[in-house]
């Protein structure tokens, strides 16, 4: 069982920027894809951004492309989303997820994290 704790959120004004982390608890880390997901009130929690295992490969949703950037360090178990040019759009419930699989990832991770607010204002 993977734990994975985020941390980073809170409040920013548009056009700011955040820095999200994630924490997790398995030795085994550095073999699994890891992923963002958000969700806004009202609405689906939708796919954000992954990172393959070795971090030499990543994908973003179209929304986010130029200004969000997954990274990993795999020495200190922890994944990164570095949020730049933050829009109102962005706010949201960012929750951090896990699977051994980048494909699977996508749709139906394995772990998830419990989730840390992201509000940006006008």
């Known amino acids: 069982q993977v734990q994975l704790v985020e941390s980073g959120g809170g409040l920013v004004q548009a056009g700011g920027s955040l820095r999200l982390s994630c924490a997790a608890s398995?030795?085994?880390?550095?073999?699994?894809?890891m992923g963002w997901f958000r969700q806004a009130p009202g609405k689906e929690r939708e796919f954000v951004a992954a990172d393959s295992w070795s971090g030499n490969y990543a994908v973003y949703t179209d929304s986010v492309k130029g200004r969000f950037t997954i990274s990993r360090d795999n020495a200190k178990n922890t994944v990164y989303l570095q949020m730049n040019s933050l829009k109102p759009e962005d706010t949201a419930v960012y929750y951090c997820a896990a699977h051994q699989s980048i494909r699977v990832l996508r749709t139906t991770p394995q772990y998830w994290g419990q989730g840390t607010q992201v509000t940006v204002s006008s």
């Open positions: 398995d030795r085994t880390f550095s073999t699994y894809a």
